[in-house]
């Protein structure tokens, strides 16, 4: 079975040097590694070319297209039969191919998606967030995540991707989720959590609610064109209006008495609580399964980030829903501002 890796970059001179390095040290004889340049401005294309003598196939576009349009240019480059699709701020372990292959030994699989972490974990906000990331991910096993498949770390099928005409380039800022839920028309998407990479997360504030907002106004997007149902896409926003409409009754009930309020408000603080203190001993399971250091901010920073995310979310998909349309909010690539700090990966 042969791999083929995309790797899509866009100003990236700082990061792509670390991500080629982990690719060509994979321990799979055959493989193919595909860097895409989408146009960069800055020495993306000079950082790459130092590793054209390890294999590493460079692509250049000439106009800059996105996420999507720079991996299907990749796309008609590649023969492997397996696509991978992966970040320039990513490093992957050595073992990383041999974990797809054995996945798609199984009957029936036509895409494997893997979990991720953050390597920038000096950052108690970008610790924080990949802990929760890890909750959800690994522990939970995205059970609560109606897509298995990440950009960052995903294998499909060459045949089933050419099957639904490559990346949509429309879904600007959800084209692995749509391609998961496509996928699972035509064979069986599983999810590897032990299958995992490394990469930059946003540590501000601004940029963890940016990526969830147009994350959300991506699938508000996707969900007025089509209502597909399916409760695991309409949980999260089920939980957030549920705990907005209890907090607001248990409010209006207070002057009422004790009786008319207790209900509103055991709901009201055990979503609340769903959503707070449930990651703060998760997270402590979370730290010392992966022996790192025990840390009462990153704790306690658990106890505020699954509000604000999910706010964030459910925001964006109102908004994307309601008064949404496609190119209204178009970054590029990734946040200008946030870009300008970090690395944020998507």
């Known amino acids: 079975m042969k791999f083929s890796i995309l790797v899509p970059a866009y100003n990236e001179e700082q990061s792509i040097a670390s991500c080629l390095n982990s690719l060509v040290s994979v321990a799979y004889d055959d493989k193919e590694i595909i860097v895409v340049d989408d146009a960069s401005t800055d020495r993306t294309v000079q950082a790459v070319e130092k590793f054209l003598d390890k294999g590493v196939i460079l692509v250049r576009r000439e106009k800059n297209g996105g996420r999507a349009a720079a991996l299907n240019t990749g796309l008609k480059r590649a023969i492997g039969d397996v696509i991978i699709t992966t970040d320039a701020d990513t490093v992957v372990p050595s073992d990383w191919l041999q974990k797809f292959a054995s996945c798609f030994e199984r009957q029936g699989v036509v895409a494997v998606g893997g979990a991720y972490q953050a390597c920038n974990?000096?950052?108690?906000?970008s610790c924080a967030t990949s802990i929760l990331d890890q909750i959800l991910n690994v522990v939970f096993k995205k059970s609560l995540i109606p897509n298995k498949l990440s950009g960052v770390n995903s294998a499909i099928r060459r045949n089933a991707l050419l099957h639904f005409g490559g990346f949509n380039e429309n879904s600007w800022w959800s084209e692995d989720s749509e391609l998961g839920w496509k996928l699972k028309r035509t064979g069986?998407?599983?999810?590897d959590p032990d299958n995992v990479v490394n990469t930059t997360y946003p540590d501000t504030w601004?940029?963890?609610?940016k990526r969830k907002f147009y994350w959300g106004y991506a699938m508000g997007l996707k969900f007025r064109e089509q209502m597909p149902f399916n409760i695991k896409l309409w949980l999260r926003p089920l939980i957030f209006?549920?705990?907005f409409i209890?907090?607001?009754t248990f409010l209006a009930t207070i002057p009422f008495g004790m009786n008319p309020s207790i209900i509103p408000g055991f709901i009201f603080f055990l979503l609340l609580g769903s959503l707070t203190v449930v990651y703060i001993p998760l997270g402590a399971i979370v730290m010392?399964?992966?022996?790192e250091r025990m840390s009462l901010k990153t704790l306690s920073l658990l106890a505020v980030l699954p509000i604000v995310r999910e706010f964030a979310y459910v925001y964006g998909m109102v908004l994307g829903?309601?008064?949404?349309r496609v190119g209204s909010i178009m970054p590029s690539w990734k946040d200008k501002a946030n870009h300008s700090e970090h690395r944020d990966y998507r």
């Open 121 to 125: 974990k000096d950052k108690s906000l």
């Open 188 to 191: 069986k998407v599983v999810y």
């Open 206 to 209: 601004s940029g963890i609610w």
């Open 241 to 243: 209006l549920g705990l």
């Open 246 to 248: 209890s907090l607001l």
């Open 288 to 291: 010392v399964r992966n022996r």
């Open 321 to 324: 829903f309601c008064k949404g």
